[in-house]
Every structure is written in C-alpha cells, then in structure tokens.
C-alpha cells in the first residue's frame, strides 16, 4: 500500500560515513623495494629470508671440513663452482663400501645434473668456499654472460674427460699404476710439483679402488725409489721423477 505524501510516518535517512582514505606510507601501502642487480631479477621475487644457496650467483658459502654440501637423491636446484678448497662427491653403496667419484678443486664447476635429483653426494675434504648458481637460471646467464657459458661447456667436456679416464683406471690399472696416474693428475690440475694433498689416504683410496694399506705402502715404495719425497707431516708429495711416474701409467 503506497503512502501519501506527507504520511506521518517519517522517512528513513541513510547516513553516509566518508571514507578515510590512508596515507601512502601506512601499514597497507606497499613497502618501496630496493634496486636488485640483474642477476637477482633472473631468481625472481626475493624471499623474506634468504637461505645462504638461494642469494644465487656471486653468494659465497663456506663449508667446514667433512660438512655436507648436498646428498645422493636431493633435488638439484644449484651447481657450484669451488673457490678455495676441495670438494668430494661420492657416492655409498648398498654394503656401506665408499666410492669417491671425483676431486674438485679451485675453480671448477661441479653439481650440474642431467636430471632432477643430485646422483652423488658431495661434502667438503677440508674447509673450502664454493659459489651456488640457480639451475633455472642457466640459460639466461649464459646468453648474459657468453664467457660463462664457455667455462660451464669446457668443465662439462673436461669432467667428461676424467669420468673416461677414472673408468679406465678402475678397470685396467694395477695399485701402482693407479697412484702414479693420481698423482700426476693433481700436480697438472694444481701446477705444482710439490703437492698439498687436501685429501686423507682413506679419501684417496675410496677414489681409486683400493684399501687404504695398499695406498700406504703404494706410496712408501715410490719414496724409497726416490720418485717422489714425503714430507714429515705425510699430507704434503713432491713429485721428484715425473718421467718415472708417467712411465708406471704408460
């Protein structure tokens, strides 16, 4: 029933409230964001912690001796390159016997997988210092940086190369002819003639195949022909006869 106008009944009035606006800098504005350098817009939104693998390229991580880097079966995210110390990775088998797959040493780039998951694991010998790079990230700093993409192509063909040659090694060569293909090996990559092993003996032997006497007594034969000089402190080889040595790998 409609109303007449000027009913008695009165008219409801809706009050409107103003709406407060809020200044910029309040709580609900959004918080100003620094400047990131090209390399972190590669990885996307930061974070609000950043776990020491996730700062990505130029991120340093220090390893203390035996600390593991990365376990058989974990999701490989990062690769590494190793800026001071040695890096082992390796892998342990079913009866719980060690096999130490490579050395990696100052410079090199190692954790690049062809898959998802790390096939070994990787700890480090001693204290050592390796720099983590984004996976996702590889190819735009590739096509960012062409000199990189080189060093990533050449450590892919040279680990390539000492896979070959470590296969060769376990499958063909006696005790002797395995040591004296190490040894020269390390003071190529190191430049040195005298030989700073960053790795213990039992490391050495899960390398190579052999049990950790056969090394020991490997190495005291080569000192007392004179081939090559232990130091008192036993962690230090200098390499006297190379000519002899390459003779035991021909």
């Known amino acids: 029933m409609l109303r007449p106008i000027g009913s008695r009944y009165p008219s409801t009035r809706v009050t409107h409230t103003p709406t407060r606006v809020l200044p910029m800098h309040t709580a609900l504005a959004p918080a100003a964001v620094p400047a990131l350098p090209t390399a972190a817009l590669l990885r996307g939104p930061v974070p ?22 990365f376990a058989e079966g974990d999701r490989a995210a990062f690769f590494y390159r190793v800026v001071s110390g040695a890096i082992r990775t390796s892998k342990l088998l079913c009866d719980g016997r060690r096999q130490i797959d490579a050395f990696h040493l100052p ?87 005298q030989v700073d092993l960053p790795m213990s003996r039992t490391d050495i032997a899960d390398h190579l195949g052999l049990t950790i006497e056969t090394v020991s007594r490997s190495m005291t034969r080569l000192e007392r022909d004179r081939v090559i000089a232990l130091p008192a402190h036993r962690r230090s080889i200098v390499l006297r006869d190379k000519a002899a040595l390459e003779r035991l790998t021909a």
Do not use: N, W
């Open 48 to 69: 609000a912690r950043i776990s020491p693998e996730a700062r990505g390229p130029g991120a340093a991580r220090t390893l203390a001796k035996d600390e593991e880097l």
């Open 107 to 193: 410079g090199d780039l190692f954790g690049l997988e062809a898959g998802e998951e790390h096939r070994f694991s990787a700890e480090a010998v001693g204290d050592a210092v390796v720099v983590p790079y984004r996976r996702c990230s590889l190819e735009a700093l590739s096509a960012s940086d062409p000199a990189f993409a080189r060093q990533i192509v050449s450590a892919m063909m040279r680990a390539l190369e000492r896979a070959q040659d470590h296969m060769l090694l376990l499958g063909r060569k006696s005790a002797m002819e395995k040591i004296a293909t190490f040894l020269l090996d390390l003071s190529a990559r190191l430049d040195e003639d």
